[in-house]
């Protein structure tokens, strides 16, 4: 992609909506029959954890074709505390805009803001392969697992700081901002875009699937 014709800017009240059809389609049928993120973007915005100084959009020629959205987060130590950090998601391209550098630049441009900002780390759930280009990294490597005291190939970790992850062994907790939603909630607000078929048995949706059984007691 030429990149003279991508912005990235801060997203606006104006851009909700957008925004939100948006990740439908870059999430539809993606990962399972339909898509949730779509909501998780409408409600993300209303959370405490929210970090709209994070939220950007990238536009090319004019027209929106990706998004980024941020909370707060945090590690449960071992030894005792917490340990602020960083999680993103959605993170958004639309199907014709996808495998262009969009999601990368995206990444590294908010990445940069999180570190002057004085934040510590980024956790993210995703494909190993596509955030290890990234600059992303196991968070096993830390000593750091799941919510539930299990290592996953998909927590993957950034380090803003040098050294903010020392002696940082412990759990990772998302937060209440990405907690599991309810089926009818979806579906309610669903039904306010234009209506699309849901698909099942897809290789993407196989591909997730057997990436989210890859954990292990920690």
Same mark, same amino acid.
């Given at each position: 992609m030429n990149f003279n014709n991508l912005t990235l800017r801060l997203e606006k009240k104006q851009d909700y909506r957008a925004v939100e059809a948006l990740t439908r389609e870059a999430f539809w049928n993606h990962f399972v029959p339909g898509c949730d993120e779509h909501y998780l973007a409408h409600t993300l915005r209303e959370a405490a954890a929210f970090i709209p100084e994070l939220c950007y959009v990238a536009e090319v020629d004019g027209k929106l074709a990706g998004n980024i959205m941020y909370a707060h987060a945090h590690v449960l130590l071992d030894g005792g505390g917490v340990l602020p950090v960083l999680t993103f998601g959605p993170l958004s391209v639309l199907p014709a805009y996808q495998r262009q550098g969009i999601g990368r630049r995206l990444v590294e441009h908010t990445r940069t803001l999180a570190a002057e900002m004085g934040h510590s780390a980024i956790f993210i759930y995703g494909h190993p392969q596509v955030y290890s280009h990234m600059g992303f990294e196991p968070a096993e490597r830390y000593g750091i697992a799941s919510s539930e005291n299990m290592y996953h190939d998909a927590l993957q970790v950034y380090v803003l700081r040098e050294g903010a992850l020392d002696a #940082? #062994?412990?759990? +990772?907790?998302?937060?209440?901002?990405? #907690? =599991?939603?309810?089926?009818?909630?979806? =579906?309610? +607000?669903?039904?306010? +875009?234009?209506p699309r078929e849901k698909q099942a048995g897809l290789p993407s949706q196989q591909h997730f699937l057997e990436s989210s059984n890859r954990f292990r007691p920690r």
């Open positions: #940082a #062994a412990g759990r +990772f907790i998302e937060g209440d901002a990405y #907690a =599991a939603m309810d089926e009818k909630d979806v =579906a309610a +607000f669903d039904s306010g +875009f234009p």
